[in-house]
């Protein structure tokens, strides 16, 4: 994931209403499919903390083709199967509420704006608009497919003030390994408001497992902090 380069300390996350989600018991989360452009709106991608999918509907919020796929209530909320806690050593992490199969989907999302100083935010991501017609990231044209370039740059996306709990994801250390990715699908517009980046879990993951993902080689020695397993006895992390 294209982290921005600031580097404060985590940030509590923001206290919301807890969200009435509809829908039948599930004994098993089925993973949800990707979102897609289409006429007819999309089908929140949250589930409640009982492991309900939530019913309602998201539309094209600023004209997007593809909108972040959380209705409102969970974009103030965050996804119920997802929980933030206490860290005894890095502050704030997230992990599964309960049993996660591999294929969850979640998107992390912030507003959009200007990378700030390094020592005010440390939680944003960079900003690749996807195409504004089709809402895909994946260019055929482009060797393996990505549109990452330069010219596409669009600022960042700063998930401070936002119900955004995908920002507590932590980076794996040395003994461990990651268990969910970014699929560099983003969704918003150029310019616009708000933003989203997909992320999908690489392998089932146990009620209470820490949610990793790769920072990138460069993002610990920019900052020079050194690299440790993030792994706790009550949180643990995948190993290698």
């Not at 199967?81 to 005894?88: C, E, I, K, M, T």
Request: hydrophobic share 30%; with cysteine.
């Amino acid at each position: 994931m294209a982290k921005a380069k600031p580097t404060s300390k985590a940030r509590t996350a923001a206290a919301a209403p807890k969200p009435k989600c509809k829908g039948k018991p599930s004994a098993q989360i089925t993973p949800q499919a990707r979102a897609k452009r289409s006429d007819a709106p999309l089908q929140c991608w949250a589930h409640s903390q009982a492991g309900r999918r939530c019913t309602a509907t998201v539309s094209s919020r600023e004209g997007e083709p593809i909108p972040i796929p959380y209705c409102d209530r969970h974009l103030k909320a965050g996804d119920g199967a997802l929980r933030v806690v206490n860290h005894p050593l890095f502050g704030k992490a997230l992990v599964a509420r309960y049993d996660l199969p591999k294929g969850y989907r979640m998107a992390y999302w912030g507003l959009r704006g200007k990378c700030k100083s390094a020592s005010v935010e440390d939680r944003a991501i960079s900003f690749y608009p996807p195409d504004p017609k089709t809402g895909s990231n994946i260019d055929p044209k482009v060797p393996g497919g990505r549109t990452l370039k330069r010219n596409n740059y669009n600022g960042v996306l700063n998930p401070g003030e936002t119900g955004d709990v995908v920002q507590y994801a932590a980076c794996p250390g040395p003994g461990e390994r990651q268990n969910m990715r970014s699929t560099f699908q983003y969704y918003g517009l150029r310019n616009g408001i708000i933003g989203g980046l997909e992320f999908v879990t690489l392998m089932p993951v146990p009620k209470d497992t820490q949610l990793l993902h790769w920072y990138g080689s460069g993002w610990w020695s920019e900052r020079g902090i050194k690299r440790q397993d993030v792994g706790t006895k009550r949180y643990p992390a995948p190993q290698r």
